[in-house]
């Protein structure tokens, strides 16, 4: 017998202030934590024992910390160009 289902009808979600919220640690790092709705919903086919709606909502975090000497590095096969091309021949002086 499978278990019933409760159904949601998918909400817009849309930010009313800032999205990120910036802290600086003690060693003069910066951490920045981004929020974002990933998936909004209000159940069309129950109630929460009080009465009030029942939301579903899914929400990503994105960290991004910032060093204090503000310095990273990537490896040179990430960069993406092609090396110089050498010349076939040697340029002619006259």
Known sequence: MSEPQIEFRWLDAKCTGSDTVIFR????????????I????????????????????????KLTVIPANRKFSVPKS????????RP???????
């Open 25 to 36: 640690l003690e060693d003069g790092a910066v951490v920045k934590v981004k929020v974002d």
């Open 38 to 61: 990933d998936r909004a919903g209000v159940a069309t086919n129950f109630t929460n024992p009080d009465g009030t709606p029942h939301y579903n909502i899914g929400a990503g975090l």
């Open 78 to 85: 990430q960069i993406g160009v092609a090396p110089p091309k």
């Open 88 to 94: 076939d021949k040697s340029p002619v002086i006259t």
